[in-house]
């Protein structure tokens, strides 16, 4: 079974995402520095794929699998 965002949300420090399984996941943004620095509508601007997040105008991409083990960004800001 793959897990995929249901939900994503923000508040200052963490992005939180609602998965497919029920599982709320909160990650700090600090480890995600372009979503860190964005606007709230820039933030609102993700779109949910099966595998994963994506912000068009922030060229931000974020694997669910990769969240699940840990994995930070590892792009400069």
């Known amino acids: 079974m793959t897990i995929s965002a249901h939900k994503v949300s923000f508040d200052d420090a963490t992005l939180w995402l ?30 949910i794929t099966p595998f994963g997040l994506h912000w068009a105008e922030l060229d931000e991409d974020i694997s669910i699998p990769a969240l699940l083990e840990g994995k930070r960004a590892t792009h400069a800001a």
Not at 18 to 43: K, Y
Request: aromatic share 6%.
């Open 18 to 47: 609602t998965l497919s399984d029920g599982r709320i996941l909160g990650v700090p943004l600090v480890w995600f520095p372009r979503l860190l620095n964005a606007t709230d509508a820039q933030r609102a601007a993700v779109e």
